[in-house]
């Protein structure tokens, strides 16, 4: 697990690594609030949706002040290690929000962030499930989009899904509606559906995919 510590506060910008979970840096009482994320696994540095949440946050304690600390565990028991530290640490002192910044993390939020203190929230992307006191979460809607897409691929004999994972509600809710769109209005073409993985390691996987799909191509040399 790596940590990264965000030091920010009057253009002063810290940033340190160590491998403990309890070497969690306290900042001084200057910081009115602090902020723990808590990246998906395997999300920095796919130049996309990790990224860009991760420079939107960064960005935040760069303009209010805000003091940071950004964690990147390396699988899911090291970040409900990480949450239950919070939890006991941070607890009666001043307003701390945890960010549980990817979808994977859903067991964690719904068994992990019950009981907050009053000084305490949670924040969990892409959830859709009911909010447990002091817990928000938000889904950004892609059926549209990907519904539009299948629709544009109908000229298309033949169609292929790679999804990361089982289980994502994101990435099924996606699927399913690209292929709906697909299937509406290919007059007849064929739809497969491939998946990388059964758990998040299917995120870091991109040269499976295009082993996957040099394949796919290698099969239907017409397509």
Excluded at 15 to 37: K, M
Excluded at 134 to 142: D, E, H, N, Y
Aim: charged fraction near 20%.
């Amino acid at each position: 697990m790596r940590i990264y510590y965000w030091g920010i506060a009057f253009g002063l910008c810290l940033l340190t690594a160590c491998d403990d979970v309890d070497a969690i840096f306290i900042p001084e009482e200057r910081a009115e609030a602090e902020v723990t994320v808590v990246c998906s696994i395997n999300g920095p540095g796919d130049n996309g949706y990790n990224d860009a949440a991760l420079r939107g946050v960064i960005g935040f304690g760069q303009r209010t002040g805000t003091q940071l600390s950004i964690i990147h565990p390396t699988d899911t028991d090291e970040a409900v290690r990480v949450t239950e530290e919070w939890k006991r640490s941070t607890a009666g002192k001043r307003p701390r929000l945890l960010i549980l910044a990817g979808s994977d993390y859903e067991t964690v939020a719904r068994e992990r962030c019950g009981g907050l203190a009053d000084n305490q929230r949670a924040l969990f992307f892409e959830g859709g499930w009911g909010l447990l006191d002091r817990v928000s979460t938000f889904s950004i809607c892609r059926n549209g989009t990907a519904y539009l897409v299948g629709c544009m691929a109908q000229g298309c004999p033949e169609a292929h899904i790679v999804k990361a994972c089982l289980g994502d509600m994101v990435v099924e809710e996606a699927a399913s509606a690209f292929a709906s769109g697909y299937m509406k209005y290919s007059a007849g073409g064929s739809l497969e559906v491939h998946t990388l993985a059964s758990d998040y390691t299917g995120y870091a996987m991109p040269d499976s995919t295009y082993r996957m799909m040099a394949r796919v191509d290698a099969d239907n040399p017409g397509g």
